[in-house]
Structure formats: C-alpha cells, structure tokens
C-alpha cells in the first residue's frame, strides 16, 4: 500500500520497514463487492516470499484500518512473522481472507487497483523481481 492512501485512512501511520514473508504466495482471489479480485495471501508452506510494507499506527487508529480493510467482510485477521530490511523477525497483524463463500480463483483485480499495489512497491523500493510478479500477477 502507498504512504499517501494509509496516512488518509490513518493520520498515525509510520512507515517501518519493507518486510518478506515465506511460505506464502500473493494472489487477488478475495471477491470484492465491486466483483474484482482484491489481494489475498494463500498460505503455501513452501519457498515461496511475498514482499510487502510495515507500518505502525496507534492503537485507537485500529477500528478504523479494520473497517477499511473489510474485517469480518471477507478478511479476517492474522499475526504473522515477517523479516524486516535488518533481517529481524517482527510479528505483524496482516487481513486475509480464508472463507471459501468470499474467494474466487477466477478474479482479476481492476487496472487501478493493480496499480495502485504497483506503486506502493515502487515508492517503497521493494526488490525488482517482486514488482515484475506483481506486474504479471494484476495484469
């Protein structure tokens, strides 16, 4: 996600770090109500990395990300340890969405939310192997 779109949802957002995990894959399977894909993490358990951002906001700021990013509308939230740009271990809250009722294999998200997901790698220099999957994966 890009700076600008967190800091709207929630003025205490501070960007961290850029963050790895494995054993997942990205894929834009979650329906949303406007009938695209919306990004989605699919636990592999395999050596499959997905990249992503670290962001710290204030705890009252919580209820207002969870509405935001459809908690209890698809997405449910999960703790999950990530590796930050100084190889450390941090434990951070991720939504993703497991109820089959709101998944679909078949969706693709819209140009401008694929984009949207493109530039919040780039404008966080996120490795160039993981923008040219998220280019072959929201196109």
Known sequence: ??????????????????????GYKLVFNKRSKDKSGKANLVHTGDKSLVWGVIFDISEDQKPILDKAEGLGRGYDEYKLQVIDDLEQEIECV????????????????????????????KEHNLPKEWILTLERLTK
Do not use: H, Q, V
């Open 1 to 22: 996600m890009n700076t600008e779109r967190i800091t709207e949802r929630c003025s205490s957002s501070c960007f961290i770090s850029r963050a790895k995990i494995s």
């Open 94 to 121: 991720c939504y993703i969405a497991t109820d089959l009722k709101y998944l679909d294999d078949n969706l693709k998200p819209y140009d401008w939310y694929g984009d949207f997901c493109l530039l919040g790698a």
